[in-house]
Structures are given as C-alpha cells and as structure tokens.
Nanobody
Framework: QVQLVESGGGSVHAGGSLRLSCAAS????????MGWFRQAPGTEREGVIS???????TAADSVKARFIISKDNAKNTLYLEMNSLKPDDTAMYYC????????????????????WGQGTQVTVSS
C-alpha cells in the first residue's frame, strides 16, 4: 500500500521559511516524478513545483526563485524548501507521486499524478 505522509507545515511570518517533507512508503521515489500542490480555501488546487524522472524541475511563476524541490532517495523522502514566504502562500500543501515505473518529466498538472498525501497546512501571516 502506497502512503505519502507530509510534515513540516506550520505558521510563520511573511519573509520566513519552512521546509516540508513527504515520506513515501510502499513506493520508491528514485526515478519517480513527483510534485507539490497547494489549495487555499475557496480556490482550486494548483501545482506549485515538480521534479521529473530526469531530475529536472518546473515551478509555478508565483514561487520561482523562492521554492526548491528536492529528493533524498536514501530516505525515500521528497522535500519542499520554501523561502521568502508571503501571505498568498497560505494553503494546504500536498505531495503527489506518479504511477510507479512511469518515466515522465516534471509536471504541474494534477491529472498526471497517481498518489496523493493528506496534506500539511502552511499559514503565513503579514
């Protein structure tokens, strides 16, 4: 059974930083394409940043130069480093993983992902 468990969310002031983690079990993240998505109340889920099977990344314009996605294959964990946080970054953040064995580039389209975590809340105050 595949499980993705996010952690690291919390409340910070604008300009602060947080690092989210997504620990995978029943699923090997090596060579997998994975991503981070977020959803604020009353809005649709949006792709934030993704890493492809080839290791290349893509990010939404709103987070470029502020957010970094990385993998630790030994720990089977995906990370999201968030810097210079803004109140607009306030949302529930979700980790997502692609179908096992599929080799795909980075993607911010949620229909490309097969597994989802339960989310971790990030709140940024001004």
């Amino acid at each position: 059974q595949v499980q993705l468990v996010e952690s690291g969310g919390g409340s910070v002031h604008a300009g602060g930083s947080l690092r989210l983690s997504c620990a995978a079990s029943g699923y090997t993240i090596t060579n997998a394409y994975m991503g981070w998505f977020r959803q604020a109340p009353g809005t649709e889920r949006e792709g934030v940043i993704s890493i492809g099977s080839n290791g290349y990344t893509t990010a939404a314009d709103s987070v470029k130069a502020r957010f970094i996605i990385s993998k630790d294959n030994a720990k089977n964990t995906l990370y999201l480093e968030m810097n210079s946080l803004k109140p607009d970054d306030t949302a529930m953040y979700y980790c997502a993983a692609g179908s096992p064995g599929w080799y795909r580039p980075a993607s911010l389209a949620d229909e490309n992902y097969h597994y989802w975590g339960q989310g971790t809340q990030v709140t940024v105050s001004s």
